[in-house]
């Protein structure tokens, strides 16, 4: 059974937007703090950014900081990763993750994952 998928990646210019989905099952999403990381080839899997149980608290990595924007929509069991501005370094594997927390930026709090999606930018 799936509980999270994403969707939404692909190859864009830099300067250049791209919106990400994950859809969650109910069960995993309700109550839960949801988050975006992201991993580089050679690289560490690394926040992006995270969003409270309720939208009420939201948080960015200073990399992203006024060019990403993260939401959810609880009638549809939905998070969003709206990406403008994009930097060739913004190229990665993300990845959307429930946490049983009601809102964390620490990867260790997040315990279930999506299989990613691929953002590639291109100078």
């Known amino acids: 059974q799936v509980q999270l998928a994403e969707s939404g990646g692909g190859l864009v210019q830099a300067g250049g937007s791209l919106r990400l989905s994950c859809a969650v099952s109910?069960?995993?999403?309700?109550?839960?703090?949801m988050g975006w990381f992201r991993r580089a080839p050679g690289n560490e899997r690394e926040f992006v950014a995270a969003?409270?149980?309720?939208?009420?608290?939201?948080s960015y990595a200073d990399s992203v900081k006024g060019r990403f924007t993260i939401s959810r929509d609880d009638a549809r069991n939905m998070v969003f990763l709206q990406m403008n501005s994009l930097k060739p370094e913004d190229t990665a594997v993300y990845s959307c993750?429930?946490?049983?927390?009601?809102?964390?930026?620490?990867?260790?709090?997040?315990?279930?994952w999506g299989q990613g999606t691929q953002v590639t930018v291109s100078s």
């Open positions: 969003i409270a149980w309720n939208g009420a608290m939201t």
């Open positions: 993750a429930a946490s049983p927390r009601p809102f964390s930026t620490d990867i260790k709090a997040y315990d279930t």
């Open positions: 109910e069960y995993t999403f309700r109550g839960s703090g």
